[in-house]
């Protein structure tokens, strides 16, 4: 039996990709789609072969047929958008951040418990098979405790590119946010450790001078239980013809050793005392957070959840608040 879902929002490329995944995905139909930005929805028809059968959000809500919406609309409109999906009795799976607004995310968790709802969310570092091994190298105690964790997911601004929104007032809801759920949700899952303190946290304009409101760059200090975390999620990379090491680069540091790994490639390192570099090498690992987000809604157990997507929204939201209120002084 197939799932009938319907597509939201189409203001980023991520969720154009989740479309393709659906339609070669054979335990999904698309029942239809909407984008009501006209520009928009003209430039997805004409370039991307995305036919809108709704005109309004509403409609999709209404429609009995549907089981789950698919949403990308741009960042802060996702929330009400999810929360109002959950009231209507659908599933949902969104593009990442799923909102820009805590009390917004503890709707979404309410609504989702009380009906038995999932939400998913295209968090697909979590499937490498760098981040499991990693993970498994850790649960075995090679690397000892871990004591310090460090990553940096650096992206280009790239003007010509990036969705003209992210740098309109009010609609973009911060640069971690909008980056560092990658992060956040990795070192949860391979350390089992969750937020408990934030020591520092700042997001300024350093590169983007076309739109000086625009905050760019992004860093903070947090500690995870007994680990320190530096995260640096800042679109400061340089838009290049070769791969940048500060593009999802992360460091484990262990009472035994060390642990370092690239999505960049497909290796894992792993540094002790007194023992040569191992070397590990992993295949990429394909998204299946679609596959995930449907055995889900049907009782089975995954790696991905509801449960495990809210928490690690939760915790990259408190650090963006923290970071905007020292902001504002």
């Known amino acids: 039996m197939k799932m009938n879902i319907a597509f939201a929002g189409f203001r980023h490329d991520h969720i154009v990709g989740l479309y393709h995944q659906a339609l070669q995905n054979e335990m999904v139909q698309i029942i239809g789609c909407c984008e009501e930005d006209l520009s928009e929805r003209k430039y997805i028809e004409e370039n991307r072969g995305i036919k809108c059968s709704y005109n309004r959000y509403e409609e999709i809500l209404k429609d009995v047929r549907i089981e789950a919406v698919a949403i990308g609309d741009y960042f802060s409109r996702r929330g009400k958008m999810v929360i109002e999906a959950l009231k209507h009795g659908k599933h949902v799976i969104c593009d990442k951040p799923i909102c820009t607004d805590i009390d917004e995310l503890g709707e979404i968790e309410r609504i989702s418990s009380e009906k038995g709802l999932q939400v998913a969310c295209m968090l697909d570092l979590r499937y490498r098979e760098q981040v499991y ?13 871990i ?14 590119n990036r969705p003209k929104w992210y740098f309109e007032e009010g609609k973009h809801g911060g640069t971690i946010n909008d980056i560092a759920i990658h992060g956040i949700d990795i070192v949860r899952f391979m350390t089992g450790k969750n937020l408990t303190k934030i020591n520092c946290a700042k997001t300024w304009n350093a590169f983007a001078d076309k739109a000086p409101g625009f905050k760019d760059c992004g860093q903070f200090m947090v500690e995870m239980d007994n680990i320190s975390l530096m995260g640096d999620v800042s679109y400061a990379a340089p838009k290049c013809y070769s791969p940048i090491p500060t593009y999802w680069n992360f460091c484990f540091w262990g009472t035994k050793g060390m642990l370092n790994f690239c999505v960049q490639n497909q290796n894992i390192h792993v540094f002790k005392v007194n023992e040569e570099e191992k070397i590990i090498a992993c295949k990429g690992g394909n998204p299946e957070y679609l596959r995930d987000f449907i055995w889900e809604t049907k009782g089975i157990r995954t790696m991905m959840n509801t449960k495990e997507i809210i928490e690690s929204q939760r915790q990259v939201l408190k650090i963006q608040k923290y970071a905007d209120a020292k902001a504002r002084g």
């Open 133 to 145: 091994k990693g993970k498994e190298i850790i649960e075995n105690g090679e690397l000892g405790e």
């Open 147 to 160: 004591r310090i964790v460090s990553f940096t997911g650096q992206h280009c601004l790239d003007y010509e």
